[in-house]
């Protein structure tokens, strides 16, 4: 069953295609491995404090707020006649050449500048090819193979476990046997695969049809300017030197025409790309502004700003005074993959039939006793029950993680519901934007939060009030949740 289930994939997308798929979500789930480095590199190296390492971070991630712009370029402004291997190729040598350079570079990994704007770059390479890689699913599965949609959103998010699973467990242990450095320049074997990997998979040209046949038209009418101006001057002259003189002039002539005409097509093509992305942006706000589509995303928006995360000063926490190591925080993250699935199975098989503002105010309540757990690790409530640390950090990963999910499933189905045709890839990547760029807003209110608290890599007495406000304003959004359309529920469809 699921041989003939490959095989009928295969015939269908080609191998090529699903390798490459498969290769870029593994990549995005296997970053886990690197960023376990890039967070000690911030803490033992650039000896940075968690909030700085925290404003870092969300600097960093900025490029994952602008993932509509990426999906307007390349729908608007082909390159060569295509419109996504290009901007994929483009994509994959951002992400590349950041980690070779840190990797061998150890100027720009010990500046807190350069090292910021490498992965700063990296980042926009992995959003870019992101968005790349969504744009050509929704093609290959619109271009006859609908039957396949859910086959390959579900081979996507496995990839996308699977790499964070391997990179999550690696990455510790890779950390506790290797230098840093080292841990960069192996994770760009991965984008250099996936350069590579671009090689292998063909795209039809996709200029717009009027574009062709105007080039073609300018094309024909160079040739029969410049053949009927040659017929016309040939026999102007009849002596060899005024033949010559002519000939002259007329080269000339025909350089200018054939300049005059490549020059308008040019300007012609310029100003179709422009008016193509004018018409984009311009469909995009319109639709946006809709009190069905805009009231539910300011839900949503504001519902992570005003959670300030602690994340990091979190991990600080348990580098510095829990002395736990880098392969069992690995380990952790992989119980948070486990959970994470857990959760997208609860949710489809328990709450995706109740109301959207129902399971959204469980998903509230849960998170704020997720930061419970947080609360009896800081105040050391849990050693009175000779609970061990491990045991806390472990299991508290691994429930946060599975409700953070009850919020995130909803999400993007209102999101998909919403999305009309027609400019469904962008709108639904400024849904993901709208949710990224308001994570890492809470996450410098976190840091600033963190600073103003004076928490330090040796000062946590004030962590405990930071996780108590973090609490309470868990569970403010649940207060505007009219947002929320009343009768949505978690249903696809």
Not at 103 to 115: D, E, N
Not at 207 to 224: A, H, S, T, Y
């Amino acid at each position: 069953m699921q041989i003939a289930w490959a095989a009928r994939m295969r015939a269908s997308f080609g191998a090529p295609f699903l390798w490459l798929v498969t290769l870029v979500y593994f990549t995005q789930g296997f970053r886990s491995f690197v960023w376990t480095a890039v967070s000690y590199q911030m803490k033992d190296i650039l000896k940075l404090s968690p909030s700085a390492s925290q404003v870092v971070v969300s600097v960093a991630h900025s490029p994952w707020s602008i993932k509509p712009i990426y999906g307007i370029l390349s729908d608007c402004i082909p390159i060569n006649g295509r419109r996504r291997l290009p901007y994929l190729v483009i994509a994959t040598i951002l992400s590349l050449f950041p980690w070779l350079l840190l990797g061998l570079k150890t100027s720009i990994r010990s500046s807190r500048t350069s090292f910021t704007a490498s992965l700063t770059l990296q980042n926009l390479g992995s959003a870019m090819a992101d968005v790349v890689i969504d744009a050509m699913i929704a093609e290959a599965v619109r271009a006859e193979h609908a039957e396949f949609a859910g086959d390959l959103q579900s081979l996507s998010w496995f990839a996308m476990a699977l790499g964070g699973i391997c990179g999550s467990l690696l990455g510790g242990y890779t950390l506790s046997q290797l230098s840093i450095d080292t841990i960069f320049l192996l994770f760009a074997v991965l984008p250099a695969v996936q350069l590579l990997s671009c090689s292998l998979v063909k795209e039809t040209p996709s200029e717009p049809q009027r574009v062709q046949i105007d080039i073609r038209q300018e094309n024909m009418e160079l040739k029969e300017d410049i053949s009927h101006f040659s017929s016309n001057s040939s026999f102007s002259k009849t002596s060899n030197r005024s033949k010559r003189k002519s000939k002259h002039k007329n080269d000339k002539r025909k350089r200018n025409l054939k300049s005059g005409i490549l020059e308008k097509h040019h300007g012609s093509l310029v100003k179709r790309y422009y008016m193509s992305l004018k018409s984009a942006i311009y469909s995009l706000v319109r639709t946006f502004k809709q009190p069905i589509i805009l009231r539910p995303m300011a839900w949503f928006f504001f519902s992570n700003i005003t959670v300030p995360s602690l994340s990091t000063v979190m991990f600080y926490y348990q580098t510095e005074v829990l002395n736990l190591e880098a392969s069992f925080l690995g380990n952790a993250r992989v119980v948070g993959w486990l959970g994470l699935m857990l959760g997208t199975y609860a949710y489809n098989r328990y709450l995706k039939h109740k109301k959207l503002r129902e399971v959204l105010t469980y998903a509230h309540i849960g998170l704020a006793i997720a930061n419970l757990f947080d609360i009896i690790l800081v105040s050391k409530l849990h050693s009175w029950l000779a609970i061990p640390d491990k045991f806390m950090v472990l299991w508290g990963s691994a429930f946060g993680d599975t409700i953070r999910q009850f919020k995130l499933m909803p999400f993007l189905i209102i999101s998909g519901r919403l999305c009309p045709p027609g400019i469904e890839g962008t709108l639904f990547a400024l849904f993901m934007s709208i949710n990224n760029l308001s994570s890492n807003l809470g996450s410098v209110f976190g840091a600033a939060l963190a600073s103003a608290l004076n928490i330090s890599s040796e000062s946590f007495h004030n962590l405990i009030f930071g996780i108590d406000i973090q609490l309470l304003a868990t569970l403010l959004p649940i207060t505007f949740l009219f947002l929320i359309p009343k009768e949505a529920t978690g249903l696809a469809s």
